[in-house]
């Protein structure tokens, strides 16, 4: 069974910097899917950035950017010049590809704090 | 807004009560979870339908009853629930055959007393 796990239950970043979150997955397969969820507080969880596995170039979606190390199962997410609105607990999630797997498998979650 | 509504959004019940918890996805998809998310805890998966079928039951309790009468759909019926079956319950859709991407509703915060 895959298991993905977030080393870091908190982090904290000034504003308009740069913080990281880490993620590591453990799995045997060679094509999935990788997420970055976000959760803002009382508010409904949403995408941030998406990794097939068969990709070698690192997803970015705005200010989002991942660094995807395949060979050692690695995910972090970067958040570049963060800002207030970053304030949420972020969730990695693995996806198997295998056939009649729907499921994703979430980490426990990081909660980022920006500070002004 | 993600175009998945989830309704009561809090819920207080005994635990000799009956109660529902209602999805709705208005997003054309095919897939309906649900999860349960308590504090510092992973979201666990509790159930799968896929096309109105249930293709996962993650060893949930009796207590938990899901019902997808349709695609848009989906229920999670309680009675005789526990107090650490107090969490926010989440309901999230997706196209299986395409991106995967799981869309979320804003959650039940339930709380048994």
């Known amino acids: 069974a895959q298991t993905v796990t977030q080393s870091q239950p908190e982090m904290s970043v000034q504003e308009a910097e740069t913080v990281t979150l880490s993620c590591t997955y453990d799995t045997s397969e060679s094509d999935y899917y990788l997420f970055w969820y976000k959760q803002p507080p009382s508010r409904q969880m949403i995408l941030v950035i998406r990794q097939e596995a068969y990709k070698q170039q690192n997803a970015t979606e705005n200010r989002f950017s991942v660094n995807f190390q395949k060979a050692a199962k690695s995910f972090s997410l970067k958040i570049s010049d963060s800002q207030l609105g970053d304030a949420a607990m972020y969730f990695c999630?693995?996806?198997?590809?295998?056939?009649?797997?729907?499921?994703?498998?979430f980490g426990k979650g990081t909660k980022l704090t920006v500070n002004p | 807004e993600t175009g998945v509504t989830q309704t009561p959004r809090h819920l207080v019940m005994g635990m000799t009560n009956k109660k529902s918890l209602k999805c709705e996805q208005h997003?054309?998809?095919?897939?309906m979870y649900w999860y349960k998310q308590s504090a510092k805890k992973p979201l666990e998966l509790m159930f799968v339908y896929n096309f109105k079928e249930q293709t996962e039951n993650n060893s949930v309790p009796s207590r938990f009853s899901p019902e997808c009468p349709n695609s848009s759909h989906l229920f999670l019926h309680l009675h005789t629930l526990q107090p650490e079956d107090s969490a926010l319950y989440l309901c999230?859709?997706?196209?299986?055959?395409?991106?995967?991407?799981?869309?979320f509703g804003p959650g039940t915060r339930l709380t048994v007393t």
């Open positions: 999630a693995y996806r198997s590809l295998q056939g009649g797997s729907e499921k994703l498998v």
């Open positions: 997003l054309g998809h095919n897939a």
């Open positions: 999230a859709s997706s196209q299986e055959d395409g991106d995967y991407e799981q869309y």
